[in-house]
């Protein structure tokens, strides 16, 4: 897949808007006190699981242990479970 690398002329191009200053962004208000509606409507809503299959819990953990299952990204907390679940199966 190539990506495409817009030049500050493609950016010129599509924008009218000029920087602010630091009186518009004292002035600036929060999105969610601007538009409460639409604000309201955007966030996500998630229902009850329709067959939990796993448990909420809180561990704790050794530092290296977290970063360890955190250096390959995304997933880590789903690694540490198969992790355990092999641990389990195997004592």
Not at 7 to 13: I, R, S
Not at 29 to 51: D, N, Y
Not at 78 to 84: K, P, Q, V
């Amino acid at each position: 897949m190539t990506k495409t690398r817009y030049t500050q002329a493609d950016m010129d191009a599509v924008t009218d808007n000029p920087e602010l200053t630091e009186a518009d962004i004292a002035a600036a208000r929060p999105f969610t006190e601007v538009f409460p509606e639409l604000a309201a409507s955007m966030r996500g809503k998630r229902g009850a699981q329709k067959t939990p299959t796993k448990v909420s819990t809180t561990i704790r953990l050794s530092p290296d242990v977290i970063a360890y299952f955190k250096q390959n990204g995304a997933g880590w907390q789903a690694r540490i479970d198969a992790a355990l679940k092999e641990w389990v199966a195997s004592h």
